[in-house]
Each structure stands twice: as structure tokens, then as C-alpha cells.
């Protein structure tokens, strides 16, 4: 891939990247959330066409353009995405075949497709049944049949976007014994991880990118982890996490949300626990780091106390001193708390509407009226909410779902501040958008602090989490498994703490 | 393949229902035809205006004596708009909210049928018959609306099961028979007229009105920086509606019932303004109109943002539900009696007319604006098209590829934006 640009509107994701692959390679490309990793991978999968980047992509020395992900599949590129792509109402063979199904006059041989998948799976030495419905495997299970997939493609190029995110240390250890073996087959293989311990394990190069830029190309051996964060990061860290919280001690402050021993249940398989009896407390002008791995249960506690799960709940909540039984959001929000929830595209907006409109929507009746609704309250609000935090937008009518990722992320954050809350959760509050974005957000997050918010943050980005919290919760499959101060917080501890391997004195 | 501004909605213009206070219009999307840019939300609604222009523009001149434009037919177009029009205003709410009601044909069959019983066999006033009708027609919604807001069932099986259940009801309470409407009162909701100074005096109000709001709004706009208005527009946004609001008047008493007496606004038509305006208000101007448009936006940024969703579905499907008593007390009158076939369809038209007037029934945008323009645009049709003596299997043919293509220039006019 030859100096690869790829623009959204008012953010430059990649700025000429260039990236190399030999067959028989694990190359592996690093760099921080936003740093253009994804769009890159998705460049070279033709999940954007070709005139939508700039650059050229070239395959055994001939430029290819794709007009599609098929083109790419076709040509034995294969990519394992973050979020998993499999249908989960479908079996394990009917997903590794998926659109391939082997057939005669459209009619699907139902028996070469078990008997075929059943080879893949056990060249991968994987005991699953093919007739088992996704859903009944675990999320390690679910990747490794991601890979059968990409392997039934004939890949010849495989991408795996953080493939070990979810799994647990028995099966990261076989997804590599894997990746070996398709090494020593000759397949080209690109791995992109946070997870530098494991990069340096399988890689034979690594790439890091920063900002959309290469910035550094080399075989792992002449790299180490400091040199790869040093190139990653490239800057100051106390440049990210301006003025750093008041460090001051929270202690003398009221607390303002206390919960005891909650726990959640799966909605469907309700045997399943999600978070299992997590206690925390949060005081006035605190900012609480919630740290773990993907489904940790993170999301799951939030969404509980906020009265928004869908499964069964059970344990205390006090505001301020009250207790509280949360059932419906409407609740929580009237008991002062604001919820910036993750994906903001999903769970945030109204992009269709105007910025107006979403910035309103929680606290409508707060500001605009009961019933009759009152255009210039609302106006003055929203304005006042775009000037404090610097939404750049053309006016309050604009509407959402054309503004840049930060910009989106702000009027998620202004839509909360008037509620008028007094704790506010942020749920990954900064993912996906770009580095300035994500500083003016900090920024942001502190300043509330300051101003006597308590804040609970869950973030994915542990320097993030320990860049602006005053205290850190780790949780480890609901539990939570350990406790830090800002001065005791270092990555490795939570990170144990984190994955299970230690656990503290709660 | 969640990546950053990268949704398709993201390209989609505003709702109409966002131009709270209306924004300068070079902030907004715009359309290029030839050498003009012209905003395109703006577009749509003139488009519309001048569809139903053209349409009546056409039949007058091919209908024998050119008479579609006569005030004796002009009043009666808006009285068969009636009918379809207040239907078009509650459906606009359920489409908004995401949902559908399918059943709301059979319902003024039943509710106008119940009404008509009440009336002529077990011998009740006007107030008791009108209420039992109504009130029928309201419960169903709210029974429908809790299925499918507490339930979970489908607003689409919920009511294709009552487009049948309900027509099954008064086919046998009637015994399949048609049954006359008696008291007169009952019968002037629909064939009665106000009289030409009722006619102007409601005039005097509305040019009072939007001379008022089209100053408040220009004001507020000032207020908020979004740059002023220049009097040429002012005077054009003022005159305008007034020119529509005074030629209409004049058309409804250019009619005369009998030589010398002039008829007035039809008692229909009055309602359905009255429901229309109504409709209007409580969409655009209150906390429950916009809590409707975010939960056919995105439900679960809506639920997320403390709004009960169960609760907004259960009201629309009342409003709905009402609304089709009231309608179905309109079409009883009109007729003078019920059958038990009366009202089939209208759900179809209903639909037709807001989905023509450019609402997604994918929820979240609408405006009661065009689904009364799309009701007209409908009613037209059909009145048209009886004048030239259509054959009636071609009036079906043509309403139906009318409707397909009215959308289909629609998406592909969205999709250029």
C-alpha cells in the first residue's frame, strides 16, 4: 500500500501511509485509538472503494482497485474485525460458508457444507461442532470461527484487528499456535494490537502509526516497548491530560452516588451474570476510572444504576444520601444523573436533527417546558452549551449527522450538562474521534470535575483512564478485582488486575 | 464498519420538523436545478404545492364544462378531504413514532356503524350516539396501542389483525345491513355549511395570526443572531399564506346553495382544519411532538434520553384511535347512513397521503403540513378522475402508480441532495 489518504469530512484519517507485507510475515501495526489503524485495514479491504482514498494498493506488484469487499475477498484478503461479523442465529457452518454455500441448481448441500467446515475447524484443531448456533459460543470461541471463516476464503492476507481483546489466556495462546502455523503456509498476516506484550510475542515487524502518519517501520527485534510507546505516543503525555485533575484529595467531599453490591443478569440467558456485586462511591468533584477489557460488564453497571438494562438488577443505589429505585432512565436523570453512553450513533443522536434538537432532548422539560415548548429558551441553551464547548458547528440548526466525530461527541456531552446532572457517566467518551477532539474532551472532563461534578468514566484506553482519574475500579468478568489511588494506578497493575491474573482485597 | 461520519443518514436533509425558528437559508442543504440553488426542504413543500396545483390545474381543463374548479365542486373536494385528511393527521403521529395502524378502515366502519345503532335502534340522542361512536373508536386505539407499546407485538400484526377483527364486529352488529342516520343534527356534521361571515371571520383571524407569527419569528431570529430578514421576503412569507387563506374563503362562499344563498365553509372542513391545526401545534410545538420524532429517529437515543416509549406509542394510538371516531362520524354524516362496508381503505389513503407528503415510514420525519397536502393531493384524484368518468378499475390502477412514483421521485431527489 503505497501512500494511502483517506478523508472524513473535517477529519483527515490518513495522511500517506505507506505499509508493506512478505508472505509467510505476521506484521503487526500498532498506534493509539484514532491513529488510522482501522481505516487503514478497511482501505485495504474495499470497504471504501477506490476513489474514496487517495493512493494505490498493489498485490504481488499489480495495482488493484476495488469496488467492493468482495473484490477483496476475491483476491484472498481477508479481515477479523473488533466487532464480531457473524450472523448468531446461524450455526458455525452456515457462517463459515455464508454466501458460498456449496450448491447444486441453488439448492444447498447442506452435507458437504458440515462435512467441509468440519476439516476447516479441525485443521485449526478447534473442537466445535458446525452445527452449533453462534450464539451458544463463547466471544473467544466466536473469533476463532472468524478465522475458519477467513480461512475457508483461501486467505492469503489476513487481517486480525484486535483479535485477543476478549479472549482469555488459554485461547490467546492457541489463536497464536495458529497464527504459526498459517505463518509457516506461507499467509501474509497483519495484527493490529494494543497489546505490546503480544505483539512482541507473534510479530516478525512492526509498523506504528500515529495521527494518520507512518512514523515508524522496523522488524520487531530492533524494536522494544519503550521505543514503540515512545513512538506511539511522540508527544508529552501531560500534553493529552491538560492540568491533570486537582489531585486534591476527595476525601473531605461529599459523596454523591453510592452503590452497594449491585448485580446483573443477562436479559436472555439469565444464568449468565454480567456484573456480579460491584460496590463504588463517588464524591463531589472525583472523577471515578472504570478499567477492564471488553465485556468486563463496564457498560453493564453503568447502565443498570442508570435504570436503562434490560436484565434483572439487584443491589443499592444512594444520591446523594437518598436511596434510590432506579426503573427508567427518566428516573435517574430526574435524581441528577447524565449518562454520555457509548457509540454515539446509536445509543446519542438524532442525526437527522439539529444539533438543536439532540442538545435539548434530555432536558427538555427542564428547559423548554412541561408541555408548550418555548423556541427561544431552547435556543438560548443549546448556543450557550455550543460556545462553552466549543462545538464546531454552523449554528444550532445544523444538523448532527454531518458533523465530525468530536464535534458529534460534544453535543452528546452538552445534551447531558443540561440535564443539570450531579454525577455524569461517560461511557468510552472519546473513541473514534480525533486527537484534538479527544483534549478539548479531557479538558472538558476536568473542568466539570473542578467545578463539582463527580464524574465515572469508562474507557477501553487504559492511559486515558489513569490520565484523568482520581481513583481507578478495575473489573475483570463483572467482579471487580482491584482498587487504585492516582499514585498507586500503574498500567501494569490494572492491567493484572484487569485480565484476572491478580486479584486485590476488594 | 462503524466508522465516523461515514452513516448514510448523515446525508439526509432536515426534517422539515427541525426549522423551529427557519434558518438562513444558505446554512441549508440545497438542491442545484440549472443555475439556481434552491434549499432543498423548501423544494419538496413547492414541489408539492405545485403537484397538487398542477393536478387541479388538469382536470379542470379536461373535465366536460370545466367545472372541477367550480366552487359547487371545490367544496365538495374539501369536504371528501375531510375525512381523509383528520385520518392523515393521527396516522402522521404513528408513522412518526415508527409505527403503523392498518386498522383505522375498519374502525370508522365500526365506530360510525355503533353510532348509527345507537341513534336508530336503541333510540339515543345525538350527544350519546356520537360519544358511543368516539368513544368505540378509542378504546380500540388504546387496546391496540397497549398490545403493541406492552406487549411487543407489532403495530403491523396488531392492526392487520383488527383491519379484520373490527369489520367482522359490525358486520355483525349491523347484520349486514346499512342503517339511516335520523336526527338532522347528526347528519349537518357532514353535509351542513358555517355561512360566508363565520367564513370571514375565521379569514380576519388567521391574517391576524400569521402576520403576528411571521413577525415573533422574525424577532427571535434577530434575537439569536441568525441574520434578518429582508422585507421583500417578510412581505412574500405574509402574503403568501394570506392569498391561500383568502382565496380559499372566497371560494367556499362563492358557492350557493339555492340562487342568492351563499353556502359557506363546509362543517367538515371545519373540523378537519380545526384537527389540523391542532395536529400542527402538538407536533411541532410541544415537548410530546418532539419526543415523538426522536423515538422514530433513533428509540434507543430516545429511551436513553429518559423518554417512555411505551407510554408516547399508547398515546399516539389513542389520538389515532379518536381521531378515526371523529372521522368516522364526519363520513356517516356525509353519507346520511352507515353500512358495513363503510371506510374501507381509508387506512391505505391515510397512509398514501402522508407518505406523499414526504413522511418516512421509517419514523422520524413528517409534517402534518404535507400529509394534509398529500390527503388534498388524493382526494383530488379521486374527485378528478369520477368527474372524466374514469372507469374505476383504472382510478385504482392510477392511484396506486401515482403513489409508487410520488415516492420514488422523492428518494431519488433525496439521494441527488
Known amino acids: ?506 | 464498519m462503524n466508522d465516523s461520519a461515514n452513516s448514510p443518514k448523515a446525508d439526509r436533509p432536515p426534517a422539515t420538523s427541525d426549522l423551529v425558528i427557519s434558518e438562513p437559508a444558505e446554512l441549508m442543504p440545497r438542491t442545484r436545478i440549472g443555475r439556481f440553488k434552491i434549499p432543498t426542504e423548501l423544494l419538496r413543500a413547492y414541489t408539492m404545492v405545485f403537484a397538487l396545483v398542477a393536478i387541479w390545474v388538469y382536470f379542470h381543463y379536461s373535465t366536460d364544462n370545466q367545472i372541477f374548479l367550480d366552487p359547487r365542486n371545490f367544496s365538495n373536494l374539501m369536504r371528501q378531504t375531510a375525512v381523509t385528511g383528520v385520518l392523515a393527521v393521527g396516522m402522521l403521529m404513528v408513522i412518526i413514532t415508527g409505527q403503523i395502524d392498518l386498522s383505522i378502515g375498519s374502525i370508522v366502519g365500526l365506530a360510525g356503524g355503533i353510532a348509527a345503532i345507537a341513534q336508530g335502534w336503541m333510540g339515543w340522542g345525538l350527544g350519546p350516539s356520537l360519544s358511543a361512536g368516539i368513544g368505540v373508536a378509542l378504546a380500540i386505539g388504546a387496546f391496540q396501542g397497549g398490545l403493541a407499546a406492552y406487549l411487543n407485538i407489532p403495530a403491523f400484526i396488531v392492526t392487520l389483525g383488527g383491519l379484520l377483527a373490527w369489520r367482522g364486529v359490525i358486520l355483525g352488529l349491523s347484520r349486514g345491513e346499512t342503517i339511516p342516520i335520523r336526527i338532522p343534527a347528526f347528519k349537518s356534521i357532514g353535509q351542513d355549511y358555517v355561512g360566508p361571515t363565520v367564513g370571514w371571520t375565521i379569514a380576519a383571524i388567521a391574517i391576524a395570526l400569521i402576520i403576528f407569527m411571521t413577525l415573533s419569528r422574525n424577532r427571535a431570529r434577530r434575537r439569536h443572531g441568525l441574520g434578518a430578514v429582508s422585507l421583500g421576503v417578510t412581505l412574500a412569507r405574509v402574503l403568501a399564506p394570506i392569498a391561500v387563506v383568502v382565496g380559499f374563503i372566497f371560494m367556499m362562499n362563492s358557492y350557493e346553495l339555492a340562487p342568492g344563498v351563499k353556502a359557506g365553509i363546509p362543517v367538515p372542513v371545519i373540523i378537519f382544519l380545526a384537527i389540523a391545526l391542532a395536529g400542527a401545534f402538538l407536533t411541532q410545538n410541544t415537548t410530546f411532538g418532539r419526543y415523538l420524532y426522536a423515538i422514530g429517529g433513533n428509540p434507543d437515543a430516545a429511551r436513553l434520553s429518559g423518554i417512555n416509549i411505551r407510554k408516547h406509542i399508547l398515546a399516539v394510538f389513542c389520538i389515532m384511535g379518536g381521531l378515526a371516531g371523529l372521522a368516522s362520524i364526519i363520513y356517516t354524516a356525509r353519507v346520511g347512513s352507515a353500512s358495513p362496508d363503510a371506510g374501507q381503505l381509508l387506512e391505505l389513503d391515510a397512509i398514501a397521503a402522508c407518505v406523499i407528503g414526504g413522511t418516512s415510514l421509517m419514523g422520524g420525519r413528517g409534517t402534518v403540513f404535507g400529509a394534509i397536502l398529500g390527503a388534498l393531493i388524493m382526494s383530488s384524484l379521486d374527485n378528478g378522475m369520477s368527474l372524466m368518468r374514469v372507469e374505476p378499475y383504472s382510478q385504482m390502477i392510477i392511484k396506486g402508480a401515482i403513489l409508487v412514483a410520488a415516492v420514488g421521485l422523492d428518494m431519488a431527489g433525496r439521494k441527488r441532495a
Open chain 1, 1 to 506: 500500500m503505497r501512500d494511502i489518504t483517506k478523508d472524513f469530512p473535517g477529519v483527515r484519517a490518513l495522511g500517506g501511509v505507506s505499509f508493506d507485507l512478505h508472505p509467510g510475515e505476521i506484521h503487526a501495526l500498532v498506534g493509539e485509538n484514532g491513529a488510522g489503524k482501522s481505516t487503514l485495514i478497511k482501505v485495504l479491504a474495499g470497504v471504501y472503494p477506490f476513489p474514496e482514498y487517495g493512493g494505490e494498493i498493489l498485490i504481488d506488484g499489480n495495482e488493484k482497485r476495488f469496488a467492493g469487499i468482495r473484490e477483496a475477498e476475491k483476491l484472498g484478503i481477508a479481515v477479523i474485525y473488533q466487532e464480531l461479523s457473524l450472523v448468531k442465529e446461524m450455526t458455525v457452518g452456515e457462517n463459515i460458508f455464508l454466501g458460498r454455500e456449496p450448491r447444486t441448481w441453488g439448492v444447498i448441500r447442506w452435507e458437504e457444507l458440515y462435512r467441509r467446515a468440519h476439516r476447516l475447524l479441525d485443521d485449526l484443531h478447534l473442537s466445535i461442532d458446525p452445527r452449533t448456533p453462534v450464539r451458544n459460543l463463547g466471544i473467544g470461541q466466536q473469533q476463532l470461527v472468524e478465522i475458519a471463516k477467513a480461512l475457508s476464503h483461501e486467505a492469503r492476507i489476513l487481517v486480525l484487528d484486535e483479535p485477543t481483546a476478549a479472549l482469555t489466556q488459554t485461547e490467546v495462546e492457541s489463536l497464536f499456535h495458529i497464527l504459526n502455523k498459517l505463518r509457516a503456509r506461507g499467509a501474509g498476516m497483519i495484527y493490529i494490537s494494543h497489546k505490546l506484550n503480544e505483539v512482541f510475542q507473534i510479530s516478525d515487524r512492526i509498523t506504528v502509526l500515529r495521527d494518520g502518519k507512518t512514523v515508524g517501520v522496523n522488524p520487531t527485534a530492533e524494536w522494544n516497548e519503550t521505543s514503540v510507546i515512545a513512538r506511539m505516543v511522540g508527544r508529552e503525555v501531560g500534553n493529552i491530560f491538560p492540568g491533570a485533575a486537582t489531585a486534591a484529595d476527595h476525601a473531605e467531599s461529599e459523596v454523591v452516588l453510592e452503590v452497594q453490591n449491585v448485580s446483573v443478569k443477562d436479559p436472555v440467558v439469565t444464568r449468565k451474570v454480567l456484573v456480579d456485586n460491584v460496590s463504588f462511591s463517588v464524591r463531589r468533584g472525583e472523577v471515578l476510572g472504570i478499567a477492564g477489557l471488553m465485556g468486563a460488564g463496564r457498560s453493564d453497571l453503568l447502565m443498570a444504576i442508570f435504570g436503562a438494562h434490560d436484565g434483572a438488577v439487584t443491589g443499592k443505589i444512594k444520591i446523594n444520601g437518598r436511596s434510590l429505585d432506579v426503573r427508567s432512565p427518566a428516573g435517574a436523570i430526574k435524581q441528577g444523573i447524565g449518562f454520555v453512553t457509548e457509540d454515539r450513533k446509536r445509543f446519542g443522536l438524532l442525526l437527522d436533527q439539529t444539533v438543536l434538537n439532540n442538545m435539548t432532548l434530555a432536558g427538555l422539560r427542564r428547559i423548554s417546558g412541561r408541555f408548550v415548548t418555548n423556541v427561544d429558551a431552547e435556543a438560548a441553551a443549546s448556543e450557550g452549551a455550543m460556545k462553552e464547548l466549543r462545538v464546531k458547528a454552523r449554528s444550532i440548526l445544523t444538523i448532527t449527522g454531518t458533523l465530525s466525530g468530536g464535534n458529534q461527541q460534544k453535543v452528546v456531552l452538552a445534551k447531558w450538562l443540561l440535564t443539570n446532572p450531579s454525577v455524569l457517566f461517560l461511557d468510552e467518551p472519546t473513541r473514534g474521534i480525533d486527537v484534538g477532539a479527544k483534549q478539548e474532551i479531557y479538558a472538558q472532563i476536568n473542568k466539570l470535575a473542578r467545578a463539582g461534578l463527580a464524574i465515572v468514566l469508562v474507557s477501553s484506553e487504559l492511559p486515558e483512564v489513569l490520565g484523568l482519574s482520581d481513583r481507578v475500579l478495575v473489573l475483570h468478568e463483572g467482579r471487580a478485582t482491584g482498587e487504585f489511588t492516582r499514585a498507586t494506578a500503574t498500567p501494569e497493575a490494572v492491567m493484572a488486575c484487569a485480565t484476572g491474573q491478580v486479584q486485590q482485597a476488594a
